[in-house]
């Protein structure tokens, strides 16, 4: 079955500007998740999606990010007024309900790159 | 506060050679979960292994095997008979089941199969 599905694969953006990422879960996951991976770094936690509602937002830098999940499928990760340190990989995952620990299948990624 | 430390940045070794990937973890939570994930060049993360903090029975999965030891807090990874094809990063990571859903990952080991 289809996986993890990221949009765009590569965005390049301009200091200041403003960027939409995109994450289309596996069909029937409930829980959603966002990560950024800098360069020679492991995932770092942004924000985790049970529905619609953001369960845990704690990872989010700051207020310049933010994420939605309206229909409780795909997700969109926000970023204003980007910056250079913003440039990352952008992980999505997705995980099936159960009773906890259930892994977390990953997308590809978006590489956000601002100049 | 969880923490997972993979001391081995990188490592090489011959193709056919057995390789060990440390992973040494702390939580105060006495139920959790422990993963590992292979990060190819491609720069997909693909699960390997779940481990939840109530089995300590070792796991083998053909050339793959998972030691988990809660006395020392580690989750080590030994390749056998190593491949040119298991040249990737791997990251541990940890999970604790009281709410936060969130992976907490190491820094990662780059293994480099020499053929």
């Known amino acids: 079955g289809a996986g993890v599905s990221q949009t765009p694969s590569n965005k390049v953006t301009e200091k200041g500007k403003y960027v939409e990422l995109r994450c289309d879960p596996i069909s029937g996951h409930t829980a959603l998740y966002w990560y950024r991976q800098s360069l020679g770094q492991g995932p770092e936690f942004l924000i985790y999606f049970q529905g619609t509602g953001a369960a845990d937002d704690s990872g989010l830098p700051n207020d310049r990010f933010f994420a939605v999940r309206p229909e409780g499928s795909v997700s969109t990760l926000k970023i204003q007024r980007t910056e250079r340190g913003d440039s990352a990989v952008y992980l999505c995952a997705s995980s099936s309900p159960g009773t906890g620990g259930e892994e977390q299948f990953f997308g590809p990624g978006t590489r956000l790159t601002v100049l | 506060a969880q923490k997972v430390t993979q001391a081995q940045t990188e490592i090489s070794v011959v193709e056919k050679e057995d390789v060990t990937l440390d992973c040494v973890y702390e939580?105060?939570?006495?139920?959790?979960?422990l993963f590992w994930y292979k990060q190819p060049p491609s720069g997909e993360l693909v699960f390997l292994i779940r481990r939840n903090s109530f089995d300590e029975q070792n796991e083998i999965s053909g050339r793959y095997s998972w030691n988990f030891q809660k006395s020392t807090s580690s989750f080590n990874f030994t390749i056998t008979a190593s491949q040119v094809v298991d040249s990737a990063v791997y990251f541990c990571a940890l999970r604790t089941n009281f709410g936060n859903e969130k992976l907490t990952f190491g820094t990662g080991t780059r293994l480099t199969i020499i053929p």
């Open positions: 939580t105060r939570d006495t139920t959790y979960y």
